[in-house]
């Protein structure tokens, strides 16, 4: 089965196999349990009881109403494995987009550590209080790691883009990444990893695009090099490291920013639109999910309002944009209202 007609499958909420890939017997399960078992025990030794400090604040100056930048999800939206809150995506992305819209961010984080897509709901609710202008959401790994449905997982993602949309705000969604980057899962369960990661952020885009919000694919970040390339992961080599969370975001922000209306124009990062980048949304999905740094969002085409078996959508590849480095970040921060002054150490 195509990952395409799979994405379709999964966002629909049909069976899937209980969930998972067929692992071809008793034997290669007991294998991947026991290697899942493993990974789990080296990462779990290695990761920060603590979550970073929020840097929930206003940044940037100016008389303008604020815009309420809420961010959802999981650790990888906490931040978790850096120690500042400038390294933070949510600080990073929120720092950015002050200067792109010329007017104060209020940024919010909700995100929880562990979380899975079953626990967007309560954040939802802690989001709607705020009345955000845009939502990131960042959700899908622990998903995967705690072997929870693909059908669950992306109602859940699918009900919690529905109820912010439904609200006006507008919802960005980096869906989960390629688990096969990380080092301490063996072979072959990285493989197996890397299937079902890619799998579900398909799925994931097919229900945020038809829940009327867009996609960014995380997928490694950067590509071989996140891989590669120790110095994007934390201590433990599951989280980022502070240049891996600014990569992220980095890939993130184009998004974001266009989400409401800030994004410079003519969009000079977005490479010319070619023939066949407008698809039906599960072939998009497919390939996105594949390609670190697609932008996956709602599209009309003149004369038909959904393509084969669903809606259209548009496929954009950004060119990360610079950010602050965490210095940098530091320095403005003495000039900004920014949350951490009154954040715990």
């Keep these: 089965m195509t990952r395409a007609a799979t994405a379709r499958r999964l966002a629909s909420a049909t069976a899937y196999g209980g969930g998972s890939v067929a692992l071809g017997g008793v034997a290669l399960f007991a294998l991947l349990r026991e290697e899942a078992r493993a990974a789990r025990r080296k990462v779990e030794a290695r990761t920060s009881k603590d979550d970073p400090p929020s840097g929930d604040g206003i940044y940037g100056r100016g008389k303008g109403k604020p815009l309420v930048f809420t961010v959802l999800g999981d650790s990888s939206a906490v931040g978790l ?26 940024l919010v984080r909700l995100a929880v550590s562990g979380a899975v897509s079953r626990d967007l709901h309560d954040q939802v609710d802690k989001a709607l209080a705020e009345q955000p202008d845009v939502a990131l959401i960042m959700i899908g790994a622990n998903d995967v790691t705690s072997r929870t449905r693909p059908t669950v997982s992306v109602r859940h993602l699918a009900e919690a883009v529905r109820r912010l949309t439904e609200a006006g705000c507008e919802v960005v969604v980096g869906t989960c990444p390629d688990l096969g980057t990380i080092r301490p899962i063996a072979q072959p369960l990285r493989t ?81 639109i070619r023939r066949g980048t407008v698809r039906p949304v599960a072939q998009a999905a497919a390939r996105a999910a594949s390609r670190t740094g697609t932008e996956v969002q709602p599209a009309e085409v003149r004369g038909s309002d959904t393509g084969p078996r669903g809606p259209w959508a548009l496929l954009r590849r950004r060119r990360p944009t610079d950010l602050p480095t965490p210095e940098e970040m530091e320095e403005s921060a003495e000039t900004t209202a920014v949350g951490e002054a009154a954040a715990p150490a």
């Design 81 to 106: 494995g850096v120690d500042k809150s400038t390294e933070t995506p949510g600080v990073l992305i929120a720092a950015a987009l002050t200067e792109l819209a010329e007017r104060p961010v209020r």
């Design 192 to 272: 197996f990893a890397r299937k079902w990661s890619r799998d579900l952020a398909a799925a994931q885009t097919v229900a945020v695009v038809e829940a009327g919000g867009r996609t960014v694919s995380l997928g490694s970040v950067l590509g071989p090099a996140f891989a590669s390339d120790r110095s994007m992961f934390s201590v433990d080599e599951f989280h980022p490291s502070a240049v891996g969370y600014a990569q992220a975001a980095a890939v993130l922000l184009p998004s974001v920013a266009d989400a409401v209306g800030v994004w410079p124009a003519p969009d000079r990062s977005v490479r010319p």
